[in-house]
């Protein structure tokens, strides 16, 4: 039995992990986002599982299943205030404050965005005792002011909680740099990172962000705006953690980068470098042989080398 047969034998694959933990692939989904179910990278590339010890280890919880899926539990708006015991005014202005955080959002048939609360903190911080005066009476001024402005936080909160999902998955320090890339626009990201193969290799190390619809659709095209950075001092933050992530990222390894072709003739040319094959050269030397040392000059670089190899 081959080791990626043995790793995929002891681990389970999402689907089949929500399953076994009797979750909507949804819940599923948040539980992993919130670090409730734990993940481990899959031996063969194929993305990531569930072991098998941590099925065991939420199966066997006290409440199980409940307990895991209250945990996971997410409600909008209109349930949100009732949990809260407020108005849906009111819990929009506090949502748009910043004070309460979204975990997730979907568009509507209207292409709308309805955004998503986890119910386990919608109650804590309506039994804190210091939200008291936000959940009754007058909004205080200082508050008033920022909604008059148009302050909407919650697309930045999102991306906030969504950036630390995403930094949680991998310890790989080019696909962390290429999650911090993921939430600005390419013209910032140009700014920081002027290579463009690092950047190549960023794109390519992109990770997934909820993208409703076919791409360029409407849909896609709103949810594409909530994933972008948009104000200036939250771009000023990902810009400057986006530098120092490249930098760690070259400490360890450099970006691949195509190979110059002056640096292949050159090698090809150095005692020994004739032939890159298992028979270290002797069919090129074989052939230079039977045409004898009277014969035409060889030619020389990658072209001559490819001329050689194919007569």
Known sequence: MSGRTIAQSTTSSFSRAARELELRRGEFDLAL?????????????????????????????DGFPEALRERVKAVGTTDGAALMGVTTARFTRLARLGLIVPVRFYLNRYRAVVWLYLAEELRQFATDEQNAPLLTGRTPERLRDQLDEGVDLRPRNWRGRHMGFL????????????????????????????????????????????????????????????????APDEIGWLKADLCQAIAEARALRPAPHPQPIEAAEGREDEPGSE????????????TDDQAGSEGPERPRGLLGWLRRRNP
């Open 275 to 286: 032939g890159t094959d298992d028979h270290s050269g002797s069919e090129l030397k074989g």
């Open 33 to 61: 986002h919130l670090g409730c179910i734990r993940s481990v990278p899959d031996e063969g590339g194929g993305g990531r599982r569930v072991t098998r010890g941590e099925i065991d280890r939420l199966r066997t919880a």
């Open 167 to 230: 930094l949680r998955q991998t310890e790989d320090p080019w696909a962390r740099a290429a999650v911090v890339a993921s939430l600005l626009e390419p013209t910032h990201v140009a700014e920081v990172v002027a290579d463009p193969y690092e950047r190549a290799h960023l794109n390519s190390l992109r990770p997934e962000h909820p993208s409703p619809g076919a791409p360029d659709s409407p849909a896609a095209l709103v949810a594409a705006r909530i994933t972008r950075a948009d």
